[in-house]
């Protein structure tokens, strides 16, 4: 049967290998900036779309080896753990969401958690204040990973070709090795690793730095990866265990042998929710995703998208606003369902979106500072301020569909670029630096500029609050999006610009992957556009009283895929943002 695949359009020809990071961002941006008329990537069997060809190349031949869309993804997580060591995670978590063809959908978390030993005041110092880097940096900032044993839960229960054959082609590519683009030879220099003498030997050689066209092997992950595959429990439980605690205890890390072996994963119930013709399904607390996008939508649910033209001031006005008041009860209510009660059913009423919907005006800004919340739908929330930090690469998204229609919408994180940057020396991969996404300290934002309340303190075993939205949509019934994106604080709202421009906006799924990104999350009272949005729009919003901030250049980077309703033909949409991305199908 025919391959279909797609790389972007700049992408990893050898002519290009010794091209400038500088000459790839060019035309990175060049491809970004011309989304309009950009088509997907067809295939008639089966999909996946992920940010690194290797890995969608795994995926894809699981498929088409008769594996199920659950035995795709895990083989591209792991691929991506080899050759996307920016994001692709074994010492990191993440959330799966799976949507089987008869019907039935599940959500398998695997967050990380916080030590046993951590506290609710470890980022501050004698006098309260926030210790720098203290909770994104090193040793300390380290959470217990979850991502083995949430993949390897999920290979189990739910896969055919066990874990054995689904790793196998993450352990060829940390063997033999991968030749490096021009752009991830760039990443490896990252300053920060160098302060870590497992990382600088293992990405850097000790100061040799990789350059474009050279190929990058991995032996010690490679032989990680093998044990894993032979007794994933092992890294939990048993000698791998031990060795990645003598590892980090070197540093002061709190991760002890209990909190590997305590680590548990959880399968709980999708948020769903409505939007016109479409039932949503998405991320549930730990995560804030699903709850803030079903919110967002419910709030837009009184404004005729559809009547307006995709990236218009009008558009991105009301979509902004709905936004604002979606990540005000954020901030306020979320965090980890097993520390809090979350009141999730009135967040995601019908009757509370419709209130707040209420005090939105079609030709003026809301200020933040005066948004009052509708009253009677909540219990009352404690009052939160803070100002934005930097909005940082991090995560990473894939999506998988298969031949009987099963459907899989993955990400994980090691939160910050390349995480703690710490590598774990024995076992050769990188830990998360999950801790930043609670909150240490009440009215401080987190790296993404985040505030958060009470709900998401820290204490030892939980979980920290996540923006992490993986999203399956259906459409009479019938699976017609799976969607997904990293990009920090800023990954819901990716989620909700591309759902609404494939749908309201009438894009195709590339074209509305491609568009150019707005972002507003309460505080700051700031609208984060992307490059490509017209002067005048612009000129437009500022006039509305919208804040803008264009300084951020491009962000997220979603891995999309559609279902045509009429042949049921699947479309995929990889992000041009990345240049060493793909779709690929058969």
Same mark, same amino acid.
């Given at each position: ?10 992408? /990893?020809?050898? $002519? ?50 008769? $594996?199920?869309?659950?035995? =795709? ?21 993440? #959330? ?10 599940? #959500? ?40 083995? @044993? ?9 896969? +055919?070709?066990?874990? +054995? ?6 352990? +060829? ?22 302060? #870590? ?11 040799? #730095? ?11 992950? @490679? ?14 439980? $048993? ?83 709905? %936004? ?10 979320? $965090?980890?369902?097993? %520390? ?8 995601? =009423? ?87 996404? %609670? ?39 019938? /699976? ?67 804040? /803008? ?20 033909? /699947? ?16």
């Amino acid at each position: 049967m025919h391959t279909v695949r797609r790389f972007s359009s700049f992408l /990893l020809i050898s $002519g290009l290998l010794a091209s400038s990071c500088a000459a790839h961002a060019q035309e990175r941006d060049k491809a970004v900036l011309a989304w309009r008329g950009e088509q997907p990537v067809r295939a008639k069997h089966g999909m996946v779309v992920s940010v690194h060809h290797l890995a969608s190349d795994a995926g894809l031949n699981i498929l088409r080896e008769g $594996g199920n869309a659950v035995d =795709s993804a895990v083989a591209t997580a792991f691929a991506l753990a080899v050759v996307h060591p920016i994001a692709g995670n074994l010492g990191g978590g993440g #959330f799966l969401l799976l949507r089987t063809h008869d019907g039935k959908s599940t #959500f398998i978390e695997f967050r990380e958690k916080a030590p046993l030993a951590a506290t609710e005041t470890m980022y501050q110092d004698a006098k309260g204040n926030i210790i720098p880097d203290a909770s994104t940096l090193g040793y300390r900032s380290i959470a217990t990973p979850g991502s083995v @044993a949430g993949l390897a839960y999920a290979e189990r229960t739910y896969g +055919k070709l066990g874990l +054995k054959r689904v790793i196998a082609p993450a352990i +060829k590519l940390a063997s033999d090795g991968f030749a490096l683009t021009a752009e991830e030879a760039n990443e490896l220099t990252e300053s920060d690793l160098a302060r #870590f003498p497992e990382s600088r030997s293992l990405f850097q050689r000790d100061g040799k #730095f990789y350059r474009a066209g050279e190929v990058f092997k991995q032996p010690q992950l @490679a032989r990680t990866l093998e044990r894993i595959a032979a007794d994933p429990d092992d890294f939990y439980h $048993g000698k791998m265990a031990q060795e990645l605690v003598a590892d980090l205890s070197k540093g002061g890390s709190l991760i002890t042998r209990d909190d590997l072996a305590q680590y548990s994963v959880v399968e709980r119930k999708p948020i769903i929710g409505e939007y016109r013709d479409y039932t949503i399904i998405s991320a549930p607390p730990p995560s804030s995703g699903g709850i803030v996008l079903v919110s967002a939508l419910n709030i837009l649910e009184r404004f005729d998208l559809a009547q307006m033209k995709d990236r218009s001031a009008p558009w991105i006005h009301f979509i902004t606003e709905a %936004f604002r008041r979606a990540y005000m009860d954020r901030a306020e209510y979320l $965090g980890d369902p097993d %520390f809090n009660r979350i009141p999730t059913a009135e967040l995601i =009423s019908k009757d509370y979106a419709a209130a707040w919907s209420k005090s939105i005006e079609p030709d003026r800004a809301s200020p933040s500072a005066a948004l009052k919340r509708p009253a009677g739908f909540l219990p009352l929330a404690p009052s939160t301020a803070g100002t934005r930090q930097k909005e940082s690469p991090d995560t990473t998204h894939l999506s998988v569909v298969d031949a009987e229609g099963n459907a899989v919408a993955l990400t994980t994180t090691l939160n910050d670029s390349f995480g703690s940057h710490v590598t774990a020396g024995s076992l050769g991969f990188l830990l998360n630096d999950e801790m930043d996404d %609670f909150t240490s300290k009440l009215g401080t934002p987190n790296m993404y500029g985040l505030i958060q309340g009470p709900a998401n303190a820290i204490a030892p075993g939980k979980r920290p609050l996540s923006a992490m939205t993986p999203t399956i949509v259906l459409e009479d019934g019938k /699976l017609r999006y799976v969607l997904g994106s990293p990009g920090g604080g800023r990954i819901i709202t990716t989620v909700a610009n591309i759902f609404l421009s494939a749908t309201a906006g009438k894009l195709n799924i590339q074209e509305a992957v491609d568009a150019p990104r707005f972002h507003h999350q309460y505080l700051p009272d700031k609208l984060y556009l992307e490059p490509g949005v017209d002067s005048r729009v612009q000129d437009e919003l500022r006039d509305m009283g919208h804040t /803008l901030d264009l300084g951020d250049g491009h962000w997220s980077n979603g891995e999309c895929i559609a279902i045509d309703p009429k042949t049921g033909e /699947l479309l995929a949409g990889h992000d041009h943002r990345s240049s060493y991305g793909s779709a690929a199908g058969y």
